[in-house]
């Protein structure tokens, strides 16, 4: 029989490969990065030798993930340079999903075209919004403009698999203009679409501003509104709600390397802060660009710290991740791989949860349902 290539093997893993470098801070923004791109050909060195270092614990990958930070300040030479050091370690299976994430402002057609000849076959573009005063109030770099220009090239160049991702619930923003937004994105009929919901993490400018009172985030009430509106159109126009955040056109969309995140499937993190996991450990790196280039230079790997995973960590993880997604909880797999019975020993509150229509049990699965997944961080604490 032939292989299902949109089967995730168990036995395959995932590659992240994190690029720190951010010409500015969106105003939102918790994630580690910095503006010295004058450091990226040293830190390009350094990747690949960290690349070469663990082709004894790794041998092969079929999803490849560029995540930042900004990826796509990086030159086409600078990513020929990182893919000749994965191909030279590594096997890379012939259908591997291999994403990129764009910035809308530093793109063109040609580079498009350049990025896919190197093998990228998917896309995630941060679009965030289309309109204007927003893009701004984040503070990102570009404008509506750049990122229909973004779409358009990424098409032109012969991108089939690009993921738009969009930012709602900002102060002031009224549920018919989001409408608006998600319109405009099917416009586009990309075949992913990822919406966070804003949110202000201490430490960032907007955050800053918030605690003083300039800005107001909607309340709940109208958070859960956001949510069931993207929810709904989304559908509508037939796209699968496959995690909290997530929605893809079709099941061969869905994000797999992603789902490597949320099924405890093992995955190698490269770079500053990047995490890996595999069996039952994780380990993840220095944050700072500058120790992380140290150690590397002295020969040593620049992981900061380790965690063996107790049997009863993995299960509670697994229900928390499970929770996030429509597919749920094999409840059959659960027992086979964390050695626990989910029904049985909560089975008071799964009864309370499904009474209040936040999770319902069909064939074998524990689901949460569009309103438990609204709330689906509150629901992993059962
Ligand atoms: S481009 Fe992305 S990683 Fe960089 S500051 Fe903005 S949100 Fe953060």
């Known amino acids: 029989m032939k292989a299902d290539p949109f089967k995730i093997p168990s036995n395959q893993a ?27 050909p040293e830190y390009i060195a350094a990747l690949k ?18 995540g930042g930070g900004t990826p796509s300040l990086l030159s086409i030479g600078q990513l020929e340079t990182i893919f000749k050091a994965i191909n030279k370690s590594y096997k890379i299976y012939p259908h591997a999903e291999i994403t990129m994430e764009v910035n809308p402002g530093d793109v063109s057609l040609e580079y498009f075209q350049a990025v896919r000849s190197l093998g990228i076959n998917r896309l995630n573009i941060g679009i965030q919004s289309f309109d204007d005063n927003i893009l701004k109030f984040l ?28 930012i709602y619930g900002i102060p002031g923003q009224k549920i018919s203009l989001w409408k608006r ?35 107001k985030l909607p309340a709940e009430k109208e958070q859960l509104k956001f949510f069931q509106t993207t929810a709904d159109e989304l559908e509508k126009a037939g796209y699968i709600h496959y995690e909290v955040s997530n929605f893809a056109r079709k099941d061969k969309f869905k994000s797999r ?10 995955y190698l993190g490269l770079g500053p802060a990047a995490h890996s996991f595999l069996g039952n450990r994780r380990w993840w790196n220095t944050s700072a660009v500058k120790t ?8 040593k790997m ?29 409840l059959k797999l659960y027992k086979t791989k964390y050695g626990a019975d989910l029904l049985k020993d909560k089975e008071t509150i799964i009864d309370a949860l499904i009474k209040n ?26």
């Open 14 to 40: 995932g590659l992240y490969i994190h690029i720190p470098f951010c010409l500015s801070k969106c105003g939102y923004c918790s994630f580690y990065s910095i503006k010295s791109i004058n450091l990226i």
């Open 49 to 66: 030798k960290e690349i070469k270092h663990y082709s004894n614990v790794f041998s092969s990958f079929d999803t490849i993930y560029l």
């Open 139 to 166: 503070g990102r770099r570009h404008n509506s403009a750049e990122a229909i220009s973004a779409i358009n090239d990424s098409r032109k160049a012969g991108f089939d698999n690009i993921g738009i991702d969009l």
């Open 181 to 215: 937004t998600l319109q405009k994105t099917l416009s586009y009929a990309p075949e992913h679409i990822s919406c966070y919901q804003l949110s202000l993490e201490t430490g960032t400018p907007l955050y800053k501003e918030y605690a003083l009172q300039d800005i």
């Open 257 to 266: 390397h992603n789902q490597r995140y949320w099924q405890h499937l093992p």
């Open 292 to 299: 992380y280039l140290k150690e590397i230079a002295q020969d």
């Open 302 to 330: 620049p992981v900061e710290n380790t965690e063996i995973l107790s049997a009863e960590q993995l299960q509670l993880e697994a229900l928390f991740l499970g929770l996030r997604t429509k597919n749920g909880i094999d």
């Open 357 to 382: 229509k936040l999770v319902e049990f069909k064939d074998g699965f524990l689901r949460p349902t569009c309103t438990g997944m609204a709330i689906a961080d509150s629901l992993a604490l059962i």
